[in-house]
């Protein structure tokens, strides 16, 4: 706007040709302003000029320097005069020379505004998670051009007051000319010459930053482009990964729904359940894979090579992988199952709560084992697939077996009715466990397709056995497998008080006593303090339905072979 103030203002002054229309005043005030506001401005540009300029003028110096040093040497043999100023212009040269070593950097004019940022690290948008770093690749692009736009603006700034510094300044050199003003024409020849300097200096750096701007806007503007147009490629295959994974999971969904409403049986549709699961994040991996892997042929051949090294390395997670196959294709094991495993001496009995790709987790519940060795339950149990192979694995409840034997074993002594014993214990045991054995009988019919099941009896039996310190009868039927101590709770129970109130049946238990030499101190005379009714070594009578063990005679007690587990 101001230049175009100023080009109206000089073509009426060459129509009309009236110099004594000219406020002069007015001019060299504007002139005055505009330079201080230069001046004082924060403008890069004009910065850089004004450091250009101190290195041309300093150049200048040492060129004049040198001439002056070389002239005087040449005089220096027919006029010893001059030593002294060839000594103050070498020195004045060594102060010039550094100081040009100094602003060495502007040498080159406005290099380092002219510099354009250099493009590298160009990101290729190949996956959802780069599209993040494109679009910020994007910004910084973006935020480049617009400071060099904003330095483009700047230095248009700085040359637009040159001009009108330089225009101002002309009109007040001709005006001054025919006023025959010698020092005013002076002043403004200087004016003008320095401002024609500074519009050329500035034309020439703003001509190079145009043509490096076209170019560079031109080159950013096609990376831009390339990027959205991958970032638009990655988010329709986004989109349509999300779809293919939201078939899948509606087919999962509806497989499972048919699988709860046509099979009855929960532990089938928990591994079936448990497999289509498997199957679907499979096939993710899969359609991933082939999605965003661009060389599939690269990754096979790595795992083919590193395969070796890893069955090797990871011997037990291979195992246990195939142990989850051999275990979910052969139906060994199911979820709710009871199942017992010994591993280095540890035996634990309980039930299959999940099957996982690499482990069975199992329930320590309260068993009989429990009883007997761990003292302990309750317990969660992970039990590595590879097991299966190495290590012994009874499933209580295998191909719909619900029921397994289970024994107990009473002693009762020598004198005793062991018949009438077997024949009272038999009838226990059958009336206890006659639902289980007919639920085997059952079971056993359904598994003679699969097996070679021949001459099983499963009636319940009773036996008895000589044991060195009494007769052991061993009682055997059928129970629910997860009920066992509650029945051989029961059925223990019942078996103590039939013998008790048996006259010929004796329960046999461990008995000690300490005879001294010579006797047992009382000239086996009876025991003032042991009732009448009470066996004793002179009183060897037990009453019926009493839990004493009958005493034998003192030779078999001082070798201590009464008494019975």
């Given amino acids: 706007m101001r230049r175009v103030i100023v080009g109206v203002f000089l073509l009426c002054a060459s129509i009309f040709g009236a110099t004594e229309t000219i406020d002069a005043p007015s001019l060299e005030s504007k002139l005055a302003t505009l330079t201080k506001a230069i001046a004082q401005s924060n403008n890069p540009w004009y910065k850089q000029y004004i450091n250009i300029k101190a290195y041309e003028n300093l150049l200048q110096e040492i060129r004049y320097a ?203 549709v928990y591994t079936a359940n448990k497999i289509i699961n498997i199957f679907n994040i499979t096939l993710i991996v899969i359609i991933l894979l082939f999605a965003y892997l661009e060389n599939v042929s690269y990754l096979v051949a790595i795992v083919g090579f590193a395969s070796a090294g890893l069955a090797i390395a990871m011997k037990d997670l291979f195992m246990s992988v195939l142990g989850w196959f051999v275990i979910v294709l052969g139906g060994s094991v199911h979820v709710g199952d009871r199942v017992r495993v010994v591993k280095d001496g540890a035996t634990y009995v309980g039930d299959v709560l999940d099957i996982s790709v690499l482990r069975m987790t199992i329930y320590e519940d309260i068993t009989f084992t429990s009883y007997v060795e761990n003292r302990r339950a309750g317990r969660i149990i992970f039990i590595p697939n590879n097991y299966i192979f190495t290590t012994l694995l009874a499933n209580y409840t295998h191909a719909g077996l619900q029921t397994v034997w289970d024994g107990i074993d009473i002693s009762i002594t020598f004198d005793s009715n062991y018949k009438k014993a077997l024949s009272i214990a038999t009838e226990i045991g059958k009336r206890y466990s ?64 039939a013998f008790l109130r048996e006259d010929d049946i004796y329960i046999a238990y461990p008995t000690t006593k300490v005879v001294p030499t010579g006797g047992d101190g009382r000239g086996n005379k009876p025991d003032p303090s042991t009732p009448s009714n009470v066996a004793s070594p002179t009183n060897p009578t037990r009453p019926r339905g009493g839990s004493d063990v009958p005493f034998a005679d003192d030779k078999d007690l001082d070798h201590g072979n009464f008494g019975v587990m």
């Fill in 66 to 268: 040198e001439k002056e040093l070389e002239r005087l040497e040449a005089i220096e043999e027919k006029n010893s005069r001059v030593s002294s100023q060839i000594l103050q212009y070498k020195n004045t040269l060594q102060t010039l020379q550094r100081q040009r070593d100094i602003l060495e950097s502007y040498a080159k004019n406005y290099s380092q505004l002219l510099e354009l940022p250099e493009i590298k690290d160009i990101p290729n948008v190949s996956n959802p998670i780069l599209i993040i770093s494109g679009y910020s690749f994007i910004k910084t692009l973006q935020e480049s051009q617009h400071n060099i736009e904003s330095n483009a603006k700047s230095l248009q700034e700085i040359l637009d007051m040159a001009k009108q510094c330089y225009e101002i300044a002309q009109i007040l050199n001709d005006y001054y000319v025919d006023e025959n003003n010698t020092p005013k024409i002076k002043e403004y020849q200087n004016q003008t010459l320095e401002a024609l300097q500074m519009v050329q200096s500035l034309e020439s750096a703003q001509q190079i930053l145009q043509t490096s701007y076209d170019v560079y806007s031109k080159e950013i503007e096609s990376i831009i482009t390339s990027l959205e147009s991958e970032i638009k490629a990655q988010v329709v295959k986004m989109i349509s990964i999300l779809v293919a994974f939201g078939a899948i999971f509606v087919i999962g969904l509806f497989i499972k729904t048919a699988l709860r409403k046509y099979i009855l049986d929960s532990n089938r």
């Fill in 434 to 497: 006659k639902g289980y054995t007919e639920l085997t009988r059952k079971r056993m019919e359904r598994l003679k397709d699969r097996f070679s099941l021949r001459n099983i009896n499963l009636e319940t039996r009773a036996f008895c056995m000589l044991e060195p310190n009494g007769i052991r009868i061993s009682l055997w039927y059928h129970v629910n497998s997860y009920t066992i101590m509650a029945l051989r709770s029961t059925i223990s129970g019942e078996l103590i008080e």
